[in-house]
């Protein structure tokens, strides 16, 4: 990895954004579906480092002169956009806090995070944000401006302002410029960068105070990659998250690398942009590895027999070739001979589904299969797991090529502490752990030992060479009856890559036996009843089919068998609708809210135990 200087303090987030546009100001930086003005277009459009940031200094002068001053907090509220990125830049070029907010959230929660966060404005990306805003800006006293970045929403209101207007105030004021670039150089790596809201699974989210120090020190994981100013970041993860802004946004701007940038999570939509980027570069959270597994899948299926049988002989040889690689063991000739092959074979279904350049790709923001990252490994595509939180700014552990463990999320990165509490519960010390919750005492002093271990609220354990396997959430475990303790995780993420299965809840706490509520892929369950000629009506009507309740019933029978008798699934229930973060069962990062769930289907959950307890 090339280890960059400059003008600019390079231990900030800004410092590191002004050095890159003095060393390439010519190279692509960002390329997106959005023109210069802002517009969504079919078309791809490249921005240049110089190019972004001169608007960046544009709308920082800009928010200068509408009254913005050091250490003001200001919400980035929308998806991937370039203009998200350069309002956040801005932010952070004024001395100011950015505070992300999910383009989903509700209008309560919108409330909640500028209210909670003294928002002095708001970057909004369009309609459906500015809308949210207008509606709780009444009750925001600090509220002052709303900046629309989408050039098409036209709303009057004394608070609202369009981004372009505001780029234009400070274009004009050259003197007003200069005030800001010195503000930019008195930026200190201890400055707070970021209050990032958690997912809020059990109450009201709570604001994480990142700093740029907090942020950076996750740099030294770049020493252990192979990073070049040639690399093309895949930016589909939500970057008001901390795991996209920084495995994507900080990482490709601190390696002089190229982004191009996602703006939805729909899957159709990643895999046309997958195709589109072919990234040298990707990290993503375990959901998506797990559709990419069924879409090779689908692909392969396309083929003719004789095609399908030599890609299942070439798994197997690749399994082979991973395994003992990934033990450190010696390939023998004959498996090497066969591996050739096969990589031919793996070339052309990777080249189909936009992985013919991968060469780094992280995984993390929950647990994944080992037999998924044996299936891509096996296929040329080294998956490495990580962990770490929002309050870890995110990462703590991670694999790497050096220092790899199937099972495990790997060993802590430079400078970090990990140790296990009696209870089993994680705790971390590091450069990257938060300063605290903001405006919550209270909750900063819980979440930290007497000897100042972050509690991650995960169990886990270390083995002899340091590694660390996670083996639930703390508050999560189910307690049966019967005293066993039973993490859910692993049994919900072992029906992950069933093609049938989108999405599926483990029920069973003070229970004599464990049920689910499983969520069918409808488009492909519908495929598959017409395949099969069973007629229905609507979702609600196909759910209840013996023929699609028998397929489900193979699906929990398929995960029974590897598990432990007091583990199985024992009954369970087809869903005829998903759950979301609308209907409040998911959080913006699409995590299980299992209390929500719980109490939600509390009737069909019973009828799942009736006559048993």
């Known amino acids: 990895m090339t280890k960059f200087t400059g003008p600019f303090n390079e231990a900030t987030i800004i410092g590191t954004s002004r050095n890159r546009s003095f060393q390439f100001p010519n190279k692509v930086y960002l390329r997106s579906h959005f023109d210069k003005d802002g517009r969504k277009t079919k078309g791809l459009h490249d921005l240049t480092y110089k190019e972004l940031e001169q608007e960046i200094r ?74 949210k805003a207008l509606e709780v800006k009444d009750k925001l006293p600090h509220l002052k401006w709303i900046i629309v970045m989408d050039p098409d929403v036209k709303i009057k209101d004394e608070k609202v302002i369009s981004y372009a207007e505001v780029v234009e105030k400070g274009r004009a004021d050259k003197r ?104 040298t570069v990707m990290s993503s959270v375990p959901r998506l590895w797990e559709k990419i597994y069924i879409q090779i899948n689908n692909i392969v299926q396309t083929k003719k027999p004789f095609e399908q049988k030599i890609f299942h002989w070439a798994i197997g040889v690749g399994k082979e070739c991973f395994l003992r690689k990934n033990e450190k063991k010696p390939l023998p000739l004959g498996l090497k001979l066969k591996s050739k092959v096969a990589g031919a074979v793996f070339k052309k279904i990777r080249g189909e589904a936009g992985l013919d350049r991968l060469k780094i790709c992280h995984t993390g923001g929950g647990p994944i299969s080992p037999d998924l990252i044996v299936f891509f490994g096996a296929i040329g595509v080294n998956l490495y797991q990580g962990f770490g939180l929002t309050e870890t700014s995110p990462v703590t552990h991670t694999c790497t090529p050096a220092n790899h463990r199937l099972g495990y999320v790997g060993k802590p990165i430079p400078g970090t502490e990990c140790k296990i509490a009696e209870d089993g519960e994680i705790l971390i010390k590091g450069p990257q752990v938060m300063k605290g919750y903001f405006h919550n005492d209270e909750a900063t002093q819980a979440a930290f030992t007497p000897d100042g271990f972050f509690k991650t609220g995960d169990i886990g354990e270390i083995d002899p060479e340091g590694y660390l396997r996670i083996t639930d959430r703390k508050k999560e475990l189910i307690i049966t009856r019967g005293g066993k303790n039973i993490p859910p995780q692993p049994i919900e993420i072992a029906f992950n890559t069933d093609p049938f299965v989108e999405q599926i809840y483990v029920s069973g706490d003070n229970r004599n036996y464990l049920v689910a509520l499983l969520v069918p892929d409808f488009v492909r369950l519908q495929e598959w009843a017409k395949e099969k000629g069973i007629e229905f009506s609507s979702q609600e009507d196909l759910v209840k089919k013996k023929p699609v309740l028998d397929l489900y019933r193979k699906s929990v029978d398929q995960v029974n068998r590897n598990l432990a008798k007091y583990e199985t699934i024992k009954r369970f229930a087809v869903l005829p609708n998903a759950f979301t973060e609308a209907g409040g069962e998911l959080t913006p990062t699409q995590k299980l809210k299992r209390r929500v769930i719980e109490k939600k289907y509390k009737d069909l959950i019973e009828s799942l135990y009736a006559g048993s307890d």
Request: glycine letters at 8%; proline letters at 4%; a negative charge.
């Open 176 to 279: 007003r410029e200069e005030e800001l670039e010195n503000i930019t150089k008195e930026v200190s790596p201890d400055d707070v960068a970021a209050i990032i809201y958690t997912s809020g699974t059990t109450g009201r989210s709570k604001g994480v105070v990142l700093t740029n120090n907090n942020f950076n020190s996750q740099r030294v994981i770049s020493d252990s990659f192979d990073f070049s100013t040639n690399d093309i970041w895949f930016g589909h993860l939500p970057m008001c998250h901390v795991f996209g802004l920084s495995s994507d946004l900080l990482n490709s701007g601190q390696q002089a690398g190229l982004l191009f940038i996602v703006d939805s999570v729909e899957t159709e939509y990643l895999r046309e942009n997958l195709r589109l980027c072919r990234p």
């Open 58 to 131: 544009s709308l920082g002068v800009g928010l200068y002169i509408l009254g913005g001053r050091q250490f003001d907090r200001v919400g980035a509220f929308g998806p991937n956009t370039p203009r998200w990125i350069a309002a956040v830049l801005a932010i952070l070029a004024g001395r100011g806090t950015f505070v992300p907010i999910y383009p989903s959230s509700k209008t309560d929660d919108v409330w909640w995070i500028l209210s909670d966060s003294e928002a002095k404005a708001v970057f909004c990306h369009g309609k459906e944000q500015v809308e």
